[in-house]
């Protein structure tokens, strides 16, 4: 079982920046976030391997920076030049396994608005 932790969410301006974390209790390949909308689906925002590495979302990339630290297994979501199409709640989610298709674990979520 993988509990995880996620703070950051807030209230930006366009153009501002928030920085996501998201703890996780247990042992993961992958840490990362997806995102929702109100009215529309879950999307992938942007993941980090422990062995290395990140994947992003095309709409994110050059803006959002994912990092990890291993040794207290948090990732962190830093997120720069903000758009009002960034605000969704934000889902941290983790996998245990590299043959997992789909997320293993998710977080609570964490809101972000970003205000034009």
């Known amino acids: 079982q993988v509990q995880l932790v996620e703070s950051g969410g807030d209230s930006v301006q366009a153009g501002g920046s928030l920085r996501l974390s998201c703890a996780a209790s247990?042992?993961?390949?992958?840490i990362g976030w997806y995102r929702q909308a109100p009215g529309k689906q879950r999307e992938f925002v942007a993941t980090?391997?422990?062995?290395?590495?990140?994947a992003y979302a095309d709409s994110v990339k050059g803006r959002f920076t994912i990092s990890r630290v291993n040794a207290v297994n948090t990732v962190y979501l830093q997120m720069n030049r903000l758009k009002p199409e960034d605000t969704a709640v934000y889902y941290c989610?983790?996998?245990?396994?590299?043959?997992?298709?789909?997320?293993?674990?998710w977080g609570q979520g964490t809101q972000v608005t970003v205000s034009s």
């Open positions: 980090s391997y422990r062995v290395g590495g990140a």
């Open positions: 247990g042992s993961t390949v992958s």
């Open positions: 989610y983790a996998k245990i396994s590299l043959g997992s298709s789909s997320p293993d674990y």
